[in-house]
């Protein structure tokens, strides 16, 4: 059983596209995030979401948004896709404020 | 905010030992932690320290001082797959901020 899953494991996709990437854990955590990891390796949070509400929302174009369904799951819609979105983006879940568990993580490549 | 420094590369023989520090200031502070990232892969965690001290865990183990803004990872009996990126980590409230990595390179 994965304990964070989130897919699809490879995006590629042109700039101006919208695209989606969903996220799972079954840990039963009420925390989840979103990361991005650029080219130089730098793991920057971009979202946090405590039992589906916002909680963290840092200095992210609003072409970004997350969506919370339910404490298990959190999705990433990127709306007008641009070149510098190219990323890989991770998922984790915790229980704050221990540490996390990520996921696979999602390789974006905007063309 | 969280300023956190690691140095960017570190290279040691197979079977020696390796100490990555790690330097940091935060406004507030709930733990720090340390993970593993091997290229292409997820980080995992490693170690959790919230109070001074020495956490020992098998090859591997983390210090901390609160009051001087520092930590270390020590990695003992190096092995070809500890070859990897290692991260820092600051927890304050819902946050871990991350340091830009340390990327260790094992030789034989």
């Known amino acids: 059983d994965t304990a964070v899953s989130q897919t699809p494991k490879y995006l590629v996709t042109q700039m101006g596209n919208d695209k989606s990437i969903k996220c799972e854990q079954n840990l039963g955590h009420d925390t989840m995030y979103w990361y991005k990891q650029d080219s130089k390796k730098f793991l920057k949070i971009m979202f946090s979401?405590?039992?589906?509400?916002?909680?963290i929302n840092e200095t992210v174009p609003n072409r970004f948004s997350p969506k919370s369904p339910d404490k298990a799951h959190l999705n990433l819609h990127i709306n007008s896709l641009e070149l510098g979105d190219s990323a890989v983006y991770f998922c984790?879940?915790?229980?704050?404020?221990?540490?996390?568990?990520f996921g696979s993580g999602t390789r974006l490549t905007v063309v | 905010g969280q300023n956190i420094d690691q140095p960017t590369e570190m290279t040691a023989t197979e079977g020696a030992i390796v100490q990555i520090n790690c330097t940091y200031q935060t406004s507030g502070f709930n733990g720090l932690f340390w993970y593993q990232q091997h290229a292409g892969e997820a980080p995992t965690f490693l170690s959790y320290?919230?109070?001074?001290g020495l956490e020992e865990k098998g090859r591997f183990s983390s210090f901390l001082s609160r009051s001087k803004g520092y930590s270390y990872l020590l990695l003992k009996e190096l092995q070809m797959k500890d070859s990897a990126s290692y991260l820092c980590a600051v927890s304050r409230d819902y946050k871990l901020s991350f340091g830009a990595g340390t990327t260790v390179t094992v030789r034989a």
């Open positions: 979401y405590n039992n589906k509400e916002l909680i």
């Open positions: 320290n919230v109070l001074d």
């Open positions: 984790a879940s915790s229980p704050p404020p221990m540490g996390y568990t």
